[in-house]
């Protein structure tokens, strides 16, 4: 179970690196232009994914966690962010740069996990402040199945710009078997 989160780790890195580069096609305006969609622009979509992975990260290495999760402690001193639609990255070069930092965190920190972590029970608040207790490795399948489908909306966004993000599926990142 360990390898496909790593898989998926190493994946969601390769699939943020193609957005910046359909993003960095686009001006300033383009990117935080209205579009209708859930969190408006690209850009806001784009800050949705640095709010939600950052809250989740955050979560993960919360009080009382295993110490040897040492990777969790690159963003112990972000602020939580206080909504999704939160935007903390005011453009593209700032997105990039905190993307960068969380997709290093995310692989280096499930590089540490051990295959007893992820039958952990981890007790956290929602954004409401709701005491919840989920399995690691259920929130994991959250963490990258979240960050799939607003980056689905993404390339949706891009593609309406007359942007091609290229290739998306997880097969292409898959090592071969001889």
Known sequence: MRDHFQLMADY?????GNLHRAAAALSADALDAPRGA?????????????????????????EGRDAHWTALQAVAGMPMPPALDARPCADLAQWWDTRRKLDAVIVEWIGQLADADLDQVLQYRNMRGDVQRRRLSHLLLH??????????????LFSQCGLDVGVTDLHVRLPAVD
């Open 38 to 62: 859930f969190f408006g622009s690209i850009l806001g979509t784009l800050n949705h994914l640095v709010v939600a992975d950052t809250v989740w990260l955050k979560r993960f290495g919360g």
């Open 143 to 156: 963490l990258f199945n979240h960050q799939a489908h607003h980056r689905g909306q993404a390339t949706t």
């Open 12 to 16: 969601n890195r390769w699939m943020n």
